[in-house]
């Protein structure tokens, strides 16, 4: 008797792994991460708006956690002391922002709805990796540089994928 096909009935069962595979993974992968990113950038701005910093104050108070100093509690404490020091709106602008063009991008990229997204999130990639680096150039941080270098990446592997979705779609033109 035979199976009726199920979910994964479309996918080729082949135990090969293709560079091309590999690099449509590691871009689906990448682009997970930063619409996750994306989504707690959106959640802390809202989170700071409501709250302001305070309550991330609370949060990394060295008394709730034991154990070894947490490198990572001491940056937000650090950051969202500067941000109890001023206004703070363009963070939350920011955050806010940033985080909902990730997300939209990212929801863009994955459902593979049009060739123009590649050109648009290409050049916002490549802005924010030229901000971070006069950033890098004034002031260095791990953190940033980490951040850079993730950007980095994804834009390759957007490019990658722009010249693949090229190919698989021959007739398929950017709208005017």
Same mark, same amino acid.
Request: glycine letters at 10%.
């Given at each position: 008797?035979?199976?009726?096909?199920?979910?994964?009935?479309?996918?080729?069962?082949?135990?090969?792994?293709?560079?091309?595979? @590999?690099?449509?993974?590691? $871009?689906?992968?990448?682009?997970?991460?930063?619409?996750?990113?994306?989504?707690?950038?959106?959640?802390?701005?809202?989170?700071?708006?409501?709250?302001?910093?305070?309550?991330?104050?609370?949060?990394?108070?060295?008394? +709730?956690?034991?154990?070894?100093?947490?490198?990572?509690?001491? $940056?937000?404490?650090?950051?969202?002391?500067?941000?109890?020091?001023?206004?703070?709106?363009?963070?939350?602008?920011?955050?806010?922002?940033?985080?909902?063009?990730?997300?939209?991008?990212?929801?863009?990229?994955?459902?593979?709805?049009?060739?123009?997204?590649?050109?648009?999130?290409?050049?916002? @990639?490549?802005?924010?990796?030229?901000?971070?680096? $006069?950033? @890098?150039?004034?002031?260095?941080?791990?953190?940033? +540089?980490?951040?850079?270098?993730?950007?980095?990446?994804?834009?390759? +592997?957007?490019?990658?994928?722009?010249?693949?979705?090229?190919?698989?779609?021959?007739?398929?033109?950017?709208?005017?």
């Amino acid at each position: 008797m035979k199976q009726p096909p199920g979910p994964w009935s479309r996918f080729p069962r082949t135990r090969t792994l293709t560079k091309s595979s @590999l690099a449509h993974a590691a $871009f689906l992968v990448t682009i997970l991460i930063k619409g996750f990113f994306g989504l707690l950038e959106v959640t802390a701005g809202l989170i700071i708006a409501v709250t302001g910093p305070s309550l991330a104050l609370q949060w990394t108070n060295p008394e +709730l956690y034991q154990g070894p100093h947490s490198p990572t509690a001491e $940056f937000i404490r650090q950051g969202a002391a500067a941000l109890a020091e001023s206004p703070g709106h363009f963070v939350i602008f920011y955050l806010l922002v940033h985080g909902t063009l990730k997300m939209a991008i990212t929801g863009t990229l994955l459902r593979g709805r049009g060739v123009w997204v590649f050109p648009f999130a290409s050049v916002i @990639l490549t802005g924010f990796i030229g901000y971070m680096s $006069f950033e @890098l150039a004034e002031e260095w941080s791990n953190w940033l +540089l980490g951040l850079a270098l993730l950007d980095t990446v994804t834009l390759l +592997l957007v490019l990658n994928e722009w010249r693949t979705w090229n190919t698989k779609h021959p007739g398929a033109e950017a709208p005017a």
